[in-house]
């Protein structure tokens, strides 16, 4: 069975950094592509940063660009997000998800919650 | 950047009603669409991909077409689990519908 457990969110005061992590279990971690998608409380979704199987290729939404960092470490079967510069818009529930081939997202966590606020 | 607008925002329904969602994309993605259904404090939870392909498991109460820029998401008979609110996803690029929330009538 597929599992994403997320962790690494909580209170970050604006200008702040968190470090988000995913494991993953239940499969070939190192075969997928892996979103971070953010939900802001009451409102939709939006992926934030993607990367490849190999860790090699990545892309972030404008709005993050040059403030996140998604990596992922294949032998720990482990995928992150580094959030700097933190703004009180970053507020929200980070979820990764998984990605079935280049296509849908078929696999997610339960999320972790950012708080951006002074 | 591919935009998808869904629509409604909201519906009110009786259980035993049919929904019908739609979305449609600024421009041409083919089939690349899928449709979620997410519970309040939960992940999403994939419905239909391919435009209309059922997931595995999920009840043929839910159904999906179309093709290129229009998309509908149709659940025949409502029931008490279906109350929740739904996304479209286009995976050429990754960008989501703004939602619809299916709420009691």
């Known amino acids: 069975e597929v599992q994403l457990v997320e962790s690494g969110g909580g209170l970050a005061q604006p200008g702040g950094s968190l470090r988000l992590s995913c494991a993953a279990s239940?499969?070939?971690?190192?075969?997928?592509?892996m979103h971070w998608v953010r939900q802001v409380p009451g409102m939709g979704l939006v992926s934030v940063a993607r990367?490849?199987?190999?860790?090699?290729?990545?892309h972030y939404a404008d709005s993050v660009t040059g403030r996140f960092t998604i990596s992922r470490d294949n032998t720990k079967n482990t995928l992150f997000l580094q959030v700097n510069s933190l703004r009180a818009e970053d507020t929200g529930v980070y979820f990764c998800a998984k990605v079935y081939g280049s296509a849908w997202y078929d696999s997610w966590g339960q999320g972790t919650l950012v708080i951006v606020s002074s | 950047d591919i935009q998808m607008t869904q629509s409604p925002s909201t519906l009110s329904v009786s259980v035993g009603d049919r929904v019908t969602i739609t979305c449609r994309a600024s421009?041409?993605?083919?089939?690349?669409l899928a449709w979620y259904q997410q519970m309040p404090g939960k992940a999403p939870k994939l419905l239909i991909h391919s435009a209309s392909t059922l997931e595995s498991g999920v009840p043929s109460r839910f159904a999906a077409s179309g093709f290129g820029t229009d998309f509908t998401f149709t659940i025949s008979s409502v029931q008490p689990d279906d109350f929740a609110t739904y996304y479209c996803l286009q995976y050429s690029t990754w960008t989501f519908g703004q939602g619809t929330k299916v709420e009691v009538k």
């Open positions: 421009q041409s993605i083919h089939g690349w």
């Open positions: 990367i490849s199987p190999d860790g090699s290729a990545t």
């Open positions: 239940g499969f070939s971690f190192s075969s997928y592509w």
